[in-house]
């Protein structure tokens, strides 16, 4: 996966010079990188090629599916850390934040 992303941003930084580069090549390639991502649980960074990859793809159902699912995780994550900090309210909070994003997802409900 660490290739991947290595790979998928050198990519992206050649792209984003080019001026005759199409969007969706680049929103493909974010997607990957992505994908990538939360695979190895970084949602974050996950979140982050997700969302650029929707603006420049905004058609696409299943990437949008996608930045869903990854920001329920990013949001379960920060609910996770919240609750065993003691901050229950933070933690309720960020649980409320992630169903509203995937309501079906039973991680969010555990």
């Given at each position: 996966m ?27 390639i ?17 979140h ?20 869903d ?6 949001h ?35």
């Amino acid at each position: 996966m660490e290739q991947c992303i290595q790979e998928c941003t050198e990519c992206i930084q050649l792209l984003d010079q080019d001026s005759r580069v199409k969007p969706e090549q680049i929103g493909k390639i974010l997607a990957r990188r992505g994908s990538a991502y939360a695979e190895l649980t970084q949602w974050q960074q996950a979140h982050h090629d997700f969302q650029r990859a929707c603006s420049l793809l905004p058609a696409n159902k299943q990437l949008k599916a996608d930045r869903d699912r990854v920001g329920a995780a990013l949001h379960r994550s920060a609910a996770d850390t919240s609750f065993a900090q003691g901050d229950m309210e933070l933690a309720l909070a960020e649980y409320d934040n992630g169903l509203e994003l995937e309501p079906e997802d039973p991680k969010m409900l555990v």
